[in-house]
């Protein structure tokens, strides 16, 4: 496995998509790397670790030696990017089981509150080497 960290998200969520954008402009290490569930990478990488995308269609952080779902991925992420955002790492002492539920009932109601594309967003071309797909 690369020693990439490996955002797999929503490709049609406005609220996702928003979140990667978020991401690129806190990240100015371009230490992540970006793939929509539903393209040939995200769905590869889904078959490689085992994950169910009827279970979990929501952020997936896969790294060297660690695959993180739902808020924990949120959190790890949190974690590598620039100013204050790596204090929000300190949620991880929420037991995940509630913090979870939070993410959970947000995914539920993602594209009522923030609607959806037709299509996986295009990358700028200065920002295509991010994406994977």
């Not at 923030?114 to 080497?129: Q, R, V």
């Amino acid at each position: 496995m690369s020693a990439e960290k490996i955002i797999l998200f929503d490709g049609v969520c406005n609220l996702c998509n928003g979140a990667i954008n978020f991401i690129i402009k806190h990240d100015p290490k371009a230490q992540f790397k970006f793939a929509s569930l539903q393209g040939e990478t995200g769905t590869h990488l889904l078959d490689k670790h085992r994950i169910n995308p009827k279970k979990t269609d929501s952020i997936i952080l896969i790294e060297p030696d660690r695959v993180s779902v739902k808020s924990a991925a949120a959190l790890r992420i949190s974690k590598d990017l620039n100013k204050g955002y790596p204090l929000l790492y300190a949620f991880m002492i929420i037991p995940g089981l509630i913090r979870n539920a939070v993410y959970d009932f947000i995914a539920r109601n993602r594209y009522k509150w923030f609607g959806k594309k037709e299509s996986c967003m295009i990358p700028t071309p200065e920002l295509k080497s991010r994406f994977l797909d």
